[in-house]
């Protein structure tokens, strides 16, 4: 009886996109469990089949060979692009964000590749076994296809019920559907597969009705009561909801509605009518407060309130995102670049549109153009009068363009000149970029104090030289500053807030981490990556350190608290700093508060230490709220909720004086 042979070409690409597939998974993860092996294997085999099929049909070889060499070199660069931008950016791109930018990060495309590490090229493995493949090995090319086709098939439909082997609200099957976390999506499912699910995620969003999980409400026990209260008034606000008939904005209304209205506490109005600077300083770090060589750095960082726990997120869209979230209190979303895909949207509970609604002059600068951001449309949508890029202060025929990013000090000359010519209250928000990368590479700042550096620390890599270089023109311009408000006689009436929109990048955080342990010894491992500076500052405060878990999501109702503004602190997915203990939401889903850290990709939670062990019911709640925030921030703004819901956002009056006298014997014992 004469043998049966089957079309086996399929193998020709197979063998390979499962080689890259599982060395990518090893490179990246160091190792995998046995589902995700399997789950990898069934779309490869399924994948692998569909393409050689689209190859027989030309029924030439040399097509069918071209057709697979294609998608080999695909799959290879992909992968090999995916792991440089994790390494440098915390998270794998996504077809959202990076086509909204190709062309603006185009110009930094060989200094991603100099990042490449060594084991990052074995993703062209798969290039080289396909080649190898068809020189060494014949699989049989006639036949009929039947019998692998509907083996293939059956691999596919066998991975479809292991999608859903996650818990919670963190299911596998959840987070694929909603495309919340890349990195999970990754290392369960693998980066080929990523890449599909990436290419369906342009066209095809989460499901138009999210479902909010139920929180478990837990009582704390008695508050201590203070002679103020927070009231606000939902009566409008439940007549809008009640006549909503759109089901995710009734989902948004029922979830902040029923969140806790926090409290005054004994920092809310220390600055009432003070004036306001906002700064976000590009690529801020501990490295950069220094005492001999960012003096005035030093001397903020020391002598105001400063946040130990402070974290800085990477998210997908670093720095305007950061920007966002600083503006709104928002959780950006993880497929697009958030701030240009809401440009234009209004967000009247926005931090400058609550200093905006108590009599602020409000106005922002940046010593760049809109390359990377739609600044002139998204800061008027947060409620700045004004805004003004570099175009508008060359203007200035006084001001020299310089090689590299432009000087921080000159950004805060032309502000001050903003500042002179406002009539009372001003909120001044400045976006530095002198502190840019890269610290490789020859520019003008981050060669100018070069010499001073070398007399201080010879031993420093030049990267860190370059970097110190650029904080020490921001640190003038601070000296300026602080000056200009002396002399005007503001000073003790002005507070300056800094904070960073990333860490520095291409640097060895290891060292950066280990050379600033003198500022925070905490600060190491993955998450001390995130441990950022946030530095509040007003020359006629006593200093202070707070030990709170914070990220720039608690900025808007902490700040909006510290001026005692009027404000909903329900709207804001942030908590105000000093109201309890928070919880600071990583870029991809990890979370981290005074208990320990979870993290989302292996659903294992880290207590910090033997006495903050939790149960597996305190870590489902805490990941149920995460999960909550995540999702309702998207909702949010799918919705536009906060421009059709303007009358809530400007709540008046909310602090009420109370005659209420507390005596000390009334308050719990650990008040007293």
Sequence with gaps: ????????????????????????????????????????????????????????????????????????????????????????????????????????????????????????????????SYLLLHRFVKFN??????????????????????????????????????????????DKFGIEHFFFRDLSALVYKAPDVIEIDEEEIIDEGPQIVLEKTREIDDKEWKSIAQAEENTNMQTIDKYLMNKQITQPNEKTGVFDDYNFIYFMVEAMDYLAIDPELTPTLYKMYSDGYTYYNHYTPLYSCATGESELVSYLSIFPYVNVCTPNYIAGIKYYEALPYLFKNDGYETFALHNWRDEFYERKVILPSVGFDAYYDIDDIWQDRSITHTNGWQSDAMLIEQAIKHIDETNGKFFCDIITSVMHFPYDEASYWGDYYRSEIDEVHPDWPTDFKRYVSKCMDFDNGLKILLDYLEEKGIADTTVLCIYADHRPYWMD????????????????????????????????????????????????????????????????????????????????????????????????????????????????????????????????????????????????????????????????????
Excluded at 13 to 37: A, G, N
Excluded at 172 to 185: E, H, Q, V
Excluded at 577 to 595: D, F, P
């Design 509 to 672: 955080y290891d060292k950066v981490m280990e050379a600033t342990r003198w500022i925070n010894p905490d600060r190491k491992g993955e998450n001390g990556v995130y441990r950022s500076p946030f530095i509040i500052y007003n020359p006629a405060s006593e200093p202070e350190v707070n030990y709170n878990y914070c990220s720039t999501l608690d900025h808007v109702p902490t700040v909006a608290n510290l001026f005692g503004l009027d404000y909903d602190p329900r709207l804001y997915m942030g908590s105000d700093i000093y109201s309890g203990e928070n919880t600071v939401i990583l870029a991809n889903g990890n979370w981290i508060n005074v208990n320990g850290f979870y993290d989302a990709t292996t659903e294992k939670f880290t207590p910090a230490s033997a006495s903050s062990q939790k149960d597996d019911a305190y870590v489902s709640r805490v990941n149920t709220s995460v999960q909550n925030t995540i999702k309702i921030s998207y909702l949010i703004m799918d919705e536009d909720y906060f421009e059709k819901r303007r009358p809530i956002c400007s709540p008046k009056n909310t602090i009420k004086i109370t005659e209420v006298e507390v005596e000390a014997e009334e308050l719990p014992d650990e008040a007293q």
């Design 141 to 186: 090319e006639k036949g009929p296809f039947q019998l692998p086709a509907i083996f293939c098939i059956l691999s596919f439909l066998l991975m479809i019920p292991m999608m859903d082997l996650g818990s919670g609200v963190n299911s596998i099957l959840k987070t694929y559907a909603t495309f919340s976390n890349k990195t999970i999506i990754v």
């Design 1 to 128: 009886m004469k043998k049966v042979k089957f079309d086996l070409r399929f193998l020709y690409l197979f063998i390979p996109m499962f080689l890259m597939e599982t060395l990518f998974h090893i490179v990246q993860f160091h190792s995998f469990d046995f589902f995700s092996f399997v789950r990898m294997l069934f779309f490869v085999l399924f994948l692998s089949f569909c393409i050689a099929l689209i190859g027989r049909a030309f029924k030439n070889r040399k097509v069918y060979f071209i057709i697979g060499l294609i998608v080999m070199i695909w799959f290879s660069f992909y992968s090999f692009a995916e792991l440089i931008f994790k390494n440098n950016m915390n998270d794998f791109y996504s077809f959202g964000t990076v086509s909204d930018g190709a062309t603006r990060i185009a110009q930094y495309a060989l200094i991603f590749l100099a990042s490449a590490k060594p084991s990052y090229y074995l993703c062209y493995s798969g290039i080289i």
